[in-house]
C-alpha cells in the first residue's frame, strides 16, 4: 500500500508540474496575449517600402488574427492522464517590447510549441545601436527564428 501511495502521489507531482501554467500566468500578467493551438493564430506581415539606411532598422506590420473557437477542445482520456496535447499549448504570444524583460524571456522559453513571438516595437524607425535593437537581439538569441518585431501606428 505505502509504494502504490507513494507512486500515485509522485505521479501527482509531476502531472500538476506545468512551467507552460507559470509561463501563460507571467506573460499575461506582463500585459501580453496569448494564442493557442486551437486558435489557429495566423500572422500576416507588411512591409513598407522606402529608402532605407544602413544605420537604422525598418520594422513592417505583423498582425495576428486567430480563429477562436468557442473554447478549447475537451482532453482525451490520454491528455487527461499525461499531459494535454500540441492543440492546448501556446503557438504565439504578443508583447511590447517593455513587456519583454529577462524573465519573460526565460518563460518564454520552456514553451515547447512556441512558433512567434511577435514583439511591437516603440517606433518603425530604430537606430541600429539603440538599446531597443540591442534588448530585441538579445532576445533573438535565446528564442532564435521566432522573434517577430512589428510596429503598429497609433489609430
Given at each position: 500500500?505505502?509504494?502504490?501511495?507513494?507512486?500515485?502521489?509522485?505521479?501527482?507531482?509531476w502531472?500538476?508540474?506545468?512551467?507552460?501554467?507559470?509561463?501563460?500566468?507571467a506573460?499575461?500578467?506582463?500585459?501580453?496575449?496569448?494564442?493557442?493551438g486551437?486558435?489557429?493564430?495566423?500572422?500576416?506581415?507588411?512591409?513598407?517600402?522606402?529608402?532605407?539606411?544602413?544605420?537604422?532598422?525598418?520594422?513592417?506590420?505583423?498582425?495576428?488574427?486567430?480563429?477562436?473557437a468557442?473554447?478549447?477542445?475537451?482532453?482525451?482520456?490520454i491528455?487527461?492522464l499525461f499531459?494535454?496535447?500540441?492543440?492546448?499549448?501556446?503557438?504565439?504570444?504578443?508583447?511590447?517590447?517593455?513587456?519583454?524583460?529577462?524573465?519573460?524571456?526565460?518563460?518564454?522559453?520552456?514553451?515547447?510549441?512556441?512558433?512567434?513571438?511577435?514583439?511591437?516595437?516603440?517606433?518603425?524607425?530604430?537606430?541600429?545601436?539603440?538599446?531597443?535593437?540591442?534588448?530585441?537581439?538579445?532576445?533573438?538569441?535565446?528564442?532564435?527564428?521566432?522573434?517577430?518585431?512589428?510596429?503598429?501606428?497609433?489609430?
Amino acid at each position: 500500500m505505502l509504494i502504490i501511495v507513494t507512486l500515485t502521489g509522485a505521479y501527482l507531482a509531476w502531472r500538476i508540474h506545468d512551467p507552460e501554467r507559470a509561463a501563460v500566468r507571467a506573460i499575461r500578467s506582463a500585459g501580453g496575449q496569448v494564442h493557442f493551438g486551437y486558435q489557429n493564430p495566423v500572422t500576416s506581415v507588411t512591409f513598407f517600402s522606402v529608402g532605407m539606411l544602413p544605420e537604422n532598422e525598418y520594422y513592417g506590420r505583423v498582425d495576428v488574427v486567430d480563429y477562436r473557437a468557442a473554447g478549447p477542445p475537451p482532453l482525451t482520456a490520454i491528455e487527461v492522464l499525461f499531459r494535454p496535447g500540441s492543440e492546448h499549448r501556446v503557438r504565439l504570444v504578443e508583447l511590447r517590447l517593455e513587456q519583454l524583460t529577462p524573465e519573460i524571456v526565460t518563460h518564454l522559453a520552456t514553451l515547447r510549441e512556441l512558433q512567434f513571438v511577435v514583439v511591437e516595437m516603440p517606433s518603425a524607425v530604430v537606430g541600429a545601436d539603440s538599446p531597443e535593437v540591442k534588448k530585441l537581439s538579445a532576445c533573438r538569441e535565446r528564442l532564435p527564428g521566432k522573434i517577430y518585431p512589428t510596429f503598429r501606428p497609433a489609430s
